[in-house]
């Protein structure tokens, strides 16, 4: 059962137009959402964050959207640049009262910025 | 400072044998824990280390999968009597607590492990 879903496994944009990942999930019990970024070869990088009292977080380049009613959650990036190329991972952690902080992630897609 | 680092960087095994996968966490973060991306897959948690507390094992597969954290700091993952379907790649991240939300976990760069 996949509570993070990212449907598109890849996704091609033009460099300096918008690029734009999406994300769902099912479980109600999350409140708090990151997308990281991967290179081949190197871990996870994180990327940028939204808490559930939220509904959009920007940073730079990169902004999050989220759309609690839908469980859809959503990464801008404007403008796209080649050295954006790379899996993008959306992640999610819920509040279940211990300690644990684990991510729940998607599959990943994976961006390529076409020069 | 230097990030998270694990060893080795690729393993290969005959099935059957165990494997000891090591990770040094970021000097300072107190939370550490363990995920394995399966080919196709996403990052799936396996076990989470908080200070003295007792490990959430909530992940681990099977009882062949076991870890440890000696002196709250490195750690070891061990997989006995290893099956094909293993195979993946193991990455370890550390953050500074896990209390409070939002604690950003910072990931080595993976152990990829392949059993033939």
């Known amino acids: 059962d996949q509570q993070v879903k990212q449907n598109s496994p890849s996704l091609s944009v033009q460099e300096g137009r918008i690029s734009i990942l999406n994300c769902d999930y099912t479980n109600s019990m999350f409140d708090y959402f990151l997308w990281y970024k991967k290179y081949p070869a190197e871990g996870p990088t994180f990327l940028i964050s939204i808490s559930s009292i939220k509904d959009k977080n920007e940073d730079g380049r990169f902004t999050v959207f989220l759309n609690k009613s839908a469980k859809h959650l959503s990464l801008h990036i404007v403008p796209s640049q080649p050295g954006d190329s790379a899996v993008y991972f959306c992640a999610a952690s819920a509040k279940t009262g211990g300690a644990t902080n684990k991510l729940i992630f998607g599959t990943g897609t994976l961006l390529a910025v076409q020069p | 400072g230097a990030g998270v680092s694990q060893s080795p960087s690729n393993k290969v095994t005959e099935k059957g044998k165990d494997v000891e996968l090591r990770c040094d966490p970021i000097?300072?973060?107190?939370?550490l824990y363990w995920y394995r991306q399966s080919l196709g897959q996403g990052l799936e948690f396996l076990i989470y280390?908080?200070?003295?507390?007792?490990?959430?094992k909530s992940g681990l597969p099977s009882d062949r999968f076991s870890a440890e954290r000696t002196g709250g700091s490195v750690s070891t993952l061990t997989i006995q009597r290893t099956q094909q379907e293993d195979s993946a790649v193991y990455l370890c991240a550390s953050s500074l607590a896990a209390q409070g939300r939002g604690e950003t976990q910072y990931f080595g760069p993976g152990t990829r492990l392949l059993v033939l």
């Open positions: 000097s300072g973060h107190t939370a």
């Open positions: 280390f908080q200070g003295n507390s007792a490990p959430d």
